[in-house]
C-alpha cells in the first residue's frame, strides 16, 4: 500500500521561495506517476503540476507555469515541487498524489489518482 508524506510548507514573504517534498513508502516510486495539487480556503481543489513515473513528462497548471518546477527522485522514492517568486493566492493546502502507471503519461486531473498525502500548508505573505 502506497503511502504518501509531504513535507516543505511553511509561512514565506510574497517573491519568496520554498520546496515541498513527497515521500513515498511501501513500493517502487518508479512505477507511479505523481501529481501535486492544492486548496484554499473557500475554494475547489486545484491542480498544480505532475511528472511522469519516469519523471520524463510534465505538465503545470496555468497560474504556477514558469514559477514552480516538478521533479522526482526514484531512487529516493521522492517527489518535489520547488515553488518561486511566490505569491499570496498561492497560500493554500498542498497535497501530493499518485496512481500506478507503467507507462510515461502525466495528467492533472485529481480523479485519476488513487492515493494522496496529508497535506502541507503553505502560507506566502503579502
Known amino acids: 500500500q502506497l503511502q504518501l508524506v509531504e513535507s516543505g510548507g511553511g509561512l514565506v514573504q510574497s517573491g519568496g521561495s520554498l520546496r515541498l517534498s513527497c515521500v513515498a513508502s511501501g513500493v517502487d516510486f518508479g512505477e507511479y506517476t505523481v501529481g501535486w495539487f492544492r486548496r484554499a480556503p473557500g475554494k475547489e481543489r486545484e491542480a498544480v503540476s505532475c511528472?511522469?513515473?519516469?519523471?520524463?513528462?510534465?505538465m503545470y497548471g496555468d497560474s504556477v507555469k514558469g514559477r514552480f518546477t516538478i521533479s522526482k527522485d526514484n531512487a529516493k522514492n521522492t517527489a518535489y515541487l520547488q515553488m518561486n517568486s511566490l505569491k499570496p493566492e498561492d497560500t493554500a493546502v498542498y497535497y501530493c498524489a499518485a496512481f500506478r502507471l507503467l507507462q510515461p503519461l502525466c495528467v492533472i486531473i485529481d480523479t485519476a489518482y488513487d492515493y494522496w498525502g496529508q497535506g502541507t500548508q503553505v502560507t506566502v505573505s503579502p
Open positions: 511528472i511522469d513515473n519516469i519523471g520524463d513528462s510534465t
